[in-house]
């Protein structure tokens, strides 16, 4: 198993509904996560952190970590076409943020 | 403003001509490093510094130099570019190596 992966995507969804973005890690060790957003061309930009079970919200935003799962999720509720960009998930490993590929989420007005 | 500052945004250069892309943080970040984005690869490590005169190789180190002589700057170095090193380059930084990352603008720089 890859050290951080993301592989559903492309995923679309229609403005106003709820779009979920996955990713599963292999190290049992890991403690903190972050979910980033980049849009093409553009650098990632933190939206999420999480560091312990459970979800955390932040407005339209939630991460949910489950840690006997290794996995993270990001759930983007009342999605608009803004949503629309690539999705990182990233932990911390070894000496660096290890990223997944990213899920590109586009949002159909 | 807390930011990270990379320069030149963009650089089109020859092989062979060696050349900086310079990286400053104004957070006073202990941890910095470089990455390089490809289609397909994602992000990937070059090298990081967890603090000054402290530096180490990541994932893909071949072909670039780093130094860290001030807490605040860390410049990415290619000695002899070449076409392989055609990538788009960002430069993070972060209070330590487990927290969260922010990272620069972007350099995308093609060797032709």
Not at chain 2, 25 to 43: A, I, K, T, V
Not at chain 2, 45 to 69: A, F, L, W
Not at chain 2, 104 to 110: I, K, V, Y
Request: aromatic fraction near 12%; charged fraction near 20%; charge should be positive.
């Amino acid at each position: 198993q890859k050290e951080v992966e993301q592989n559903s995507g492309p995923l679309s969804v229609p403005e106003g509904a709820i779009a979920s973005l996955n990713c599963t890690y292999s190290d049992r060790g890991s403690q903190s996560f972050f979910w980033y957003r980049q849009y093409s061309g553009k650098s990632p930009e933190l939206i999420m952190s999480i560091y312990s079970n459970g979800d955390k919200e932040d407005g339209r935003f939630t991460a949910q970590l489950n840690k006997a799962s290794q996995y993270v999720s990001l759930l983007i509720r009342d999605s608009q076409p803004s949503d629309s960009a690539t999705y990182l998930c990233a932990l911390p490993r070894l000496g660096k943020l290890t990223f997944g590929k990213g899920i590109t989420l586009s949002v159909r007005p | 403003e807390a930011q990270v500052t990379q320069n030149p945004r963009y650089l089109i250069t020859v092989t062979g001509k060696k050349l900086t892309v310079t990286c400053s943080q104004n957070m006073n970040h202990e941890y910095m490093s470089w990455y390089r984005q490809d289609p397909g690869l994602g992000l990937r490590q070059i090298y990081y510094s967890m603090n000054v005169e402290v530096t180490d190789k990541g994932d893909v180190p071949e072909g670039y130099k780093v130094s860290r002589k001030e807490k605040r700057n860390f410049p990415l170095i290619l000695e002899s570019p070449s076409p392989n090193q055609t990538s788009l380059y960002f430069c993070a930084s972060s209070f330590y190596m487990n927290t969260e990352a922010f990272f620069g603008q972007g350099t995308r720089l093609t060797v032709v």
